[in-house]
């Protein structure tokens, strides 16, 4: 452990405050059965996290690993922040390092926030013009956040105007029994509809009848009030 690590454990633990954490443990849902359960916060907020890890992003993969395995969330979201930055900034090798490295230790991913704000910028964008069966094997995972994962990572290719992996993988998981899903893949079909209209529509309109509720209110979310009852009462 180097001293910059415990420099940076340090800090997290100073500016944690009690409230915070006892109010992300409830929105994180880390009670007994629950998705988040056991997770344990220091009490930070994301805009002082995102400091962090502009203070700290020196830090090594060596160092990462340790925070990633940790049972602090903020410590698991710090180090992904820093992931994040390394990745954008790194070259084609430093990249393919990276992106392996989020796959090795993708244990320590397991809540929505370090899903979501992980894994459009590093596994999405790795897989832009690469083979995507990876994002197909999770999206046919037992595990919640492998699923969220591939749901995800298909952000970045609607950010570039592709949508057909989305939409497959949309299709994949509209038998899913997890909120957590419905919400992400809704989220994704309401991107999709966002950029081009008629796309979206042609997907629900021939699924949206046998998609879990959460999961179309999501994906309707910005349509007109008239369109949305229309769809929520099954007569489009």
């Known amino acids: 452990m180097s001293v910059r690590?415990?420099?940076?454990?340090?800090?997290?633990?100073?500016?944690?405050?009690?409230?915070?954490s006892k109010t992300m443990q409830l929105f994180f849902k880390t009670g007994k059965g629950e998705?988040?359960?056991?997770?344990?916060?220091?009490?930070?907020?994301?805009?002082?996290?995102?400091?962090l890890a502009r203070e700290f992003r020196d830090l090594s993969l060596t160092d990462l690993k340790i925070l990633l395995n940790s049972p602090v969330h903020e410590e698991r979201l710090i180090s992904l922040f820093i992931l994040v930055d390394?990745?954008?900034?790194?070259?084609?090798?430093?990249?393919?390092?990276?992106?392996?490295?989020?796959?090795?230790?993708?244990?320590?991913i397991n809540n929505w926030d370090l899903v979501d704000l992980s894994a459009p910028k590093i596994i999405g964008k790795h897989l832009l013009n690469k083979d995507k069966n990876l994002l197909f094997k999770f999206a046919l995972?037992?595990?919640?956040?492998?699923?969220?994962?591939?749901?995800?990572?298909?952000?970045?290719?609607?950010?570039?105007n592709d949508f057909d992996l989305a939409l497959q993988i949309s299709e994949m998981l509209l038998k899913d029994k997890h909120d957590l899903i419905h919400k992400a893949v809704g989220w994704m079909l309401r991107e999709i509809g966002k950029r081009d209209l008629q796309a979206e529509e042609s997907f629900l309109k021939i699924h949206y009848k046998?998609?879990?509720?959460?999961?179309?209110?999501?994906?309707?979310?910005?349509?007109?009030?008239?369109?949305r009852k229309k769809y929520l009462q099954g007569k489009i």
Request: net charge positive.
């Open 210 to 227: 046998k998609m879990p509720r959460t999961m179309l209110r999501y994906a309707i979310e910005k349509f007109s009030e008239t369109k």
């Open 141 to 160: 995972s037992k595990n919640l956040w492998e699923r969220r994962i591939a749901v995800l990572s298909t952000y970045e290719f609607i950010k570039n």
């Open 35 to 51: 998705y988040g359960e056991g997770d344990i916060f220091a009490g930070l907020k994301v805009p002082s996290q995102r400091k």
């Open 86 to 108: 390394k990745y954008g900034k790194g070259d084609k090798q430093e990249k393919e390092a990276i992106f392996s490295f989020y796959l090795k230790y993708r244990k320590g």
């Open 5 to 20: 690590l415990t420099e940076l454990q340090k800090k997290i633990k100073e500016l944690g405050s009690p409230e915070v």
